[in-house]
């Protein structure tokens, strides 16, 4: 299992950008933790690293936010989901296949539908300005990753 705490916003950046190298296309990233956690703030950082200008806001009532920098960029969540139809009225497969990279916040909402070797990354709040992050290499592609980390 892969854990680093971090304790700052300029070590979270730091961190996204070493994680977002290892990405790529096709790749899906769960991110996992409480409301506050920072899961829009990393992703914010990941986009950074792939040439996302615009400014990443969290999808909460549209679900999805389509960026394009290096490559096509989708940031979901799933947070107001109830039911998995909800899902399917957006062609959600675009997404948890997608031809670049998608970061889904809540996505254990969706579970029965995610890809097999998501990348699940969980953010645990030690406090105001500390964060640890956790890999549980559950499936290949997280082995990879922690494997390069």
């Not at 539908?113 to 990348?119: E, R, S, T, V, Y």
């Amino acid at each position: 299992m892969f854990e680093l705490t971090i304790n700052s916003l300029q070590e979270c950046e730091s961190f996204a950008e070493k994680f977002s190298k290892l990405l790529r296309k096709g790749d899906v990233v769960s991110l996992v933790g409480d409301l506050g956690a920072g899961k829009t703030t990393f992703t914010k950082f990941v986009g950074k690293y792939f040439g996302i200008v615009e400014d990443i806001t969290s999808p909460t009532f549209n679900l999805v936010n389509v960026y394009y920098g290096k490559f096509e960029f989708n940031h979901m969540d799933l947070y107001r989901i109830d039911f998995l139809e909800e899902l399917y009225q957006i062609d959600y497969e675009n997404y948890f296949y997608p031809e670049g990279v998608t970061l889904i916040e809540w996505a254990e909402k969706a579970k029965e539908l995610l890809p097999k070797n998501i990348i699940e990354l969980e953010i645990l709040k030690i406090s105001e300005s500390s964060r640890k992050f956790i890999i549980k290499e559950n499936n290949k592609r997280e082995l990879e990753i922690v494997e390069e980390l």
